[in-house]
């Protein structure tokens, strides 16, 4: 299917960028019949900015080939997030390059007294977001009486961040007769009444696959240990060697520890959060798009309205709240007919939320460990072999140093110097441990669910009566292997920091540990027999210089446990408390002829009267 045709201008701009084949957006629209108001639902990233541009050129131009004098806006169209508007403004500059549009963006963080005078000297066609628009309304800097046509693009995103009333107050501002194009990810409810309120007879378009996830997106899930999310981060950027990857955390202080961390590492990155000013996104922004940057950490919040050239790799760090924040991080990547894949790094503890977010989304994601280092190095030596094969030809010059080379060296060596500089500039890989417990897929929705399929990640099952009584730990498993901890009573060794740094060590949960004894300068403890082989791996990767753990026999009777020390009591005169020396129990004074109790007699008051009370003279 060719393009089809829509404005001469516009079909002259399509063509030189390359359009071919509408997206089934962009043919939606087009086959739209007249000025219809539109509300379309459509997936991030599929190609809507050029729909709606399009959409709106019969109305803006009629049958002119070019606009006229700028005046008062003619279009109005408004974006959630000032990298969107800019974004849109960036597409439509190119759309509507041949027609002589004049157009100007309106959005927070920028000069708003720049944004005034050319407000003033007219404009075709304003971008902007609801706050600013709504300022330079009140402000009288900006006139909507000649507004042929707004837009609301991301109208989901508009209402979760909270501009209701400012979209509600710009649009009563713009003549009833306008038409009106509404487009959003999906129709909620609050969606359906801004439609209602402010649309007249409007096209329903829904281009979008109900309860069916992004089909340009690969959906991994890596199972990682707790304490190793990360390194599973550094892994999975060096696995894919991504142009472009954007890594999402929750809060801002892990996006500046984050960001640190691969910055040591020797990875090209940046930061987005909310605390930085306009200048700063920009210029990180603009890092990333010229390709200085190659990995950037960001918030859900400051992400939003991102739309970066060739990122192909989303990265969870952290694991999404629900549904909707899953979609949105993963739709940065797969636009626009690019393939893109999104890796959710789920913690041992975490895979059953992972698990019910995939079936909310209907995703069926592969479940595969962290990638390894071997294997990572494995893939560089097929990247730089590949790389190597496709050199640009060599100018006479170039060619002659390397004649003067090989008199010099044999090919081997300038070959294996050749690769050693290209691999000087990749990060190294981590050593990660991988149990085998991410490798164990799960069935996808509507499969039966068995039991037996679940392996050691479920709760066992437990009668609903008659439970018996719970055992102590002690002795709580029968078949149990022992291990030793260089770490006893000596160092101030304790359970309650004990156990959990032999589960954050082993790679095992509280259930998998029996008995622990703790001796004067050692502890003793037991694992259970199926986790026994896995722990013993892992606490040899995660050793540490001043822990060691090895396994042990059981103890024995001449295994002594070393007592708890209690507080040293306090010095006092006879060092028996502070007192002196204590009477023996039963020890009493012997009667001194105390004379025997005798009631006293009832309290009578004051002499004079009552009390509380003075007579009063005659």
Same mark, same amino acid.
């Given at each position: 299917?060719?393009?089809?045709?829509?404005?001469?201008?516009?079909?002259?701009?399509?063509?030189?960028?390359?359009?071919?084949?509408?997206?089934?957006?962009?043919?939606?629209?087009?086959?739209?019949?007249?000025?219809?108001?539109?509300?379309?639902?459509?997936?991030?990233?599929?190609?809507?900015?050029?729909?709606?541009?399009?959409?709106?050129?019969?109305?803006?131009?009629?049958?002119?080939?070019?606009?006229?004098?700028?005046?008062?806006?003619?279009?109005?169209?408004?974006?959630?997030?000032?990298?969107?508007?800019?974004?849109?403004?960036?597409?439509?500059?190119?759309?509507?390059?041949?027609?002589?549009?004049?157009?100007?963006?309106?959005?927070?963080?920028?000069?708003? #007294?720049?944004?005034?005078?050319? /407000?003033?000297?007219?404009?075709?066609? !304003? *971008? =902007?977001?609801? +706050?600013? @628009?709504?300022?330079?309304?009140?402000?009288?800097?900006?006139?909507?009486?000649?507004?042929?046509?707004?837009?609301?693009?991301?109208?989901?995103?508009?209402?979760?961040?909270?501009?209701?009333?400012?979209?509600?107050?710009?649009?009563?501002?713009?003549?009833?007769?306008?038409?009106?194009?509404?487009?959003?990810?999906?129709?909620?409810?609050?969606?359906?009444?801004?439609?209602?309120?402010?649309?007249?007879?409007?096209?329903?378009?829904?281009?979008?696959?109900?309860?069916?996830?992004?089909?340009?997106?690969?959906?991994?899930?890596?199972?990682?240990?707790?304490?190793?999310?990360?390194?599973?981060?550094?892994?999975?950027?060096?696995?894919?060697?991504?142009?472009?990857?954007?890594?999402?955390?929750?809060?801002?202080?892990?996006? #500046?520890?984050?960001?640190?961390? /691969?910055?040591?590492?020797?990875?090209? !990155? *940046? =930061?987005?959060? +909310?605390? @930085?000013?306009?200048?700063?996104?920009?210029?990180?922004?603009?890092?990333?798009?010229?390709?200085?940057?190659?990995?950037?950490?960001?918030?859900?919040?400051?992400?939003?309205?991102?739309?970066?050239?060739?990122?192909?790799?989303?990265?969870?760090?952290?694991?999404?709240?629900?549904?909707?924040?899953?979609?949105?991080?993963?739709?940065?990547?797969?636009?626009?007919?690019?393939?893109?894949?999104?890796?959710?790094?789920?913690?041992?503890?975490?895979?059953?939320?992972?698990?019910?977010?995939?079936?909310?989304?209907?995703?069926?994601?592969?479940?595969?460990?962290?990638?390894?280092?071997?294997?990572?190095?494995?893939?560089?030596?097929?990247?730089?072999?590949?790389?190597?094969?496709?050199?640009?030809?060599?100018?006479?010059?170039?060619?002659?140093?390397?004649?003067? /080379?090989?008199?010099?060296?044999?090919?081997?060596?300038?070959?294996?110097?050749?690769?050693?500089?290209?691999?000087?500039?990749?990060?190294?890989?981590?050593?990660?441990?991988?149990?085998?417990?991410?490798?164990?897929?799960?069935?996808?929705?509507?499969?039966?669910?068995?039991?037996?399929?679940?392996?050691?990640?479920?709760?066992?099952?437990?009668?609903?009566?008659?439970?018996?009584?719970?055992?102590?730990?002690?002795?709580?498993?029968?078949?149990?292997?022992?291990?030793?901890?260089?770490?006893?009573?000596?160092?101030?060794?304790?359970?309650?920091?004990?156990?959990?740094?032999?589960?954050?060590?082993?790679?095992?949960?509280?259930?998998?540990?029996?008995?622990?004894?703790?001796?004067?300068?050692?502890?003793?403890?037991?694992?259970?027999?199926?986790?026994?082989?896995?722990?013993?791996?892992?606490?040899?990767?995660?050793?540490?210089?001043?822990?060691?753990?090895?396994?042990?026999?059981?103890?024995?009777?001449?295994?002594?446990?070393?007592?708890?020390?209690?507080?040293?009591?306090?010095?006092?005169?006879?060092?028996?408390?502070?007192?002196?020396?204590?009477?023996?129990?039963?020890?009493?004074?012997?009667?001194?002829?105390?004379?025997?109790?005798?009631?006293?007699?009832?309290?009578?008051?004051?002499?004079?009267?009552?009390?509380?009370?003075?007579?009063?003279?005659?």
């Amino acid at each position: 299917m060719t393009f089809p045709a829509s404005h001469p201008a516009l079909d002259a701009a399509l063509l030189e960028r390359g359009y071919e084949v509408p997206t089934p957006v962009q043919s939606a629209v087009l086959e739209a019949e007249g000025d219809r108001d539109l509300l379309v639902s459509a997936q991030t990233g599929s190609g809507k900015t050029v729909a709606f541009g399009i959409a709106m050129a019969g109305t803006l131009l009629g049958d002119a080939e070019r606009f006229g004098r700028a005046d008062a806006p003619l279009a109005l169209i408004i974006a959630p997030t000032r990298e969107l508007a800019i974004q849109v403004q960036r597409e439509l500059t190119w759309l509507y390059a041949k027609t002589g549009a004049k157009i100007v963006s309106c959005v927070g963080g920028m000069d708003a #007294r720049a944004e005034a005078r050319a /407000l003033n000297t007219g404009a075709h066609i !304003v *971008v =902007g977001t609801p +706050g600013r @628009l709504r300022d330079h309304l009140e402000r009288g800097n900006l006139e909507l009486g000649s507004a042929r046509a707004v837009v609301l693009d991301e109208a989901d995103e508009m209402l979760d961040l909270g501009f209701r009333e400012d979209l509600e107050f710009i649009l009563e501002a713009a003549p009833p007769e306008r038409r009106t194009l509404l487009f959003s990810a999906t129709i909620a409810k609050d969606i359906a009444v801004l439609a209602r309120r402010f649309q007249n007879d409007a096209l329903r378009i829904d281009t979008t696959t109900r309860d069916q996830p992004h089909g340009d997106i690969d959906y991994r899930a890596v199972r990682v240990a707790p304490n190793e999310i990360e390194h599973a981060v550094v892994n999975v950027l060096r696995y894919f060697e991504a142009p472009g990857a954007l890594v999402f955390c929750h809060t801002r202080e892990a996006v #500046r520890h984050l960001q640190a961390s /691969l910055k040591e590492r020797g990875f090209a !990155v *940046v =930061g987005l959060s +909310g605390e @930085l000013s306009q200048r700063e996104r920009s210029d990180a922004l603009q890092a990333l798009r010229d390709g200085h940057a190659r990995v950037c950490v960001a918030t859900d919040v400051a992400a939003r309205g991102l739309d970066l050239p060739d990122l192909g790799l989303v990265i969870h760090a952290e694991l999404p709240q629900n549904k909707a924040t899953l979609m949105h991080r993963s739709g940065r990547t797969g636009r626009a007919g690019r393939k893109g894949t999104a890796v959710l790094i789920v913690p041992y503890t975490r895979r059953r939320k992972a698990e019910m977010l995939f079936a909310s989304a209907n995703i069926d994601a592969g479940w595969s460990g962290p990638p390894g280092a071997d294997e990572i190095r494995e893939r560089d030596k097929a990247r730089l072999l590949e790389t190597a094969m496709t050199f640009e030809p060599v100018g006479e010059e170039d060619m002659a140093l390397g004649k003067l /080379l090989l008199e010099q060296k044999s090919p081997e060596e300038i070959a294996g110097a050749f690769m050693r500089l290209q691999r000087g500039g990749l990060p190294e890989p981590e050593e990660l441990y991988d149990d085998g417990r991410g490798a164990d897929p799960r069935p996808s929705k509507g499969a039966p669910r068995e039991r037996a399929d679940r392996g050691d990640y479920d709760r066992p099952e437990r009668p609903a009566y008659d439970r018996p009584d719970r055992t102590p730990r002690e002795g709580a498993m029968s078949d149990g292997i022992w291990f030793r901890l260089n770490v006893g009573r000596g160092k101030n060794a304790d359970p309650k920091w004990i156990l959990p740094m032999i589960c954050r060590l082993g790679h095992v949960t509280k259930k998998d540990v029996g008995s622990i004894r703790i001796f004067e300068n050692e502890t003793k403890f037991e694992i259970s027999a199926e986790a026994s082989v896995r722990f013993a791996e892992a606490a040899r990767a995660t050793s540490r210089d001043d822990v060691k753990i090895e396994p042990s026999m059981a103890p024995g009777e001449n295994d002594v446990r070393a007592p708890r020390r209690p507080a040293p009591r306090p010095a006092t005169r006879s060092g028996a408390g502070p007192g002196g020396p204590r009477k023996p129990y039963g020890e009493k004074k012997p009667f001194e002829g105390k004379k025997p109790f005798d009631k006293k007699p009832p309290f009578k008051g004051p002499p004079g009267g009552k009390p509380g009370f003075k007579k009063r003279k005659p």
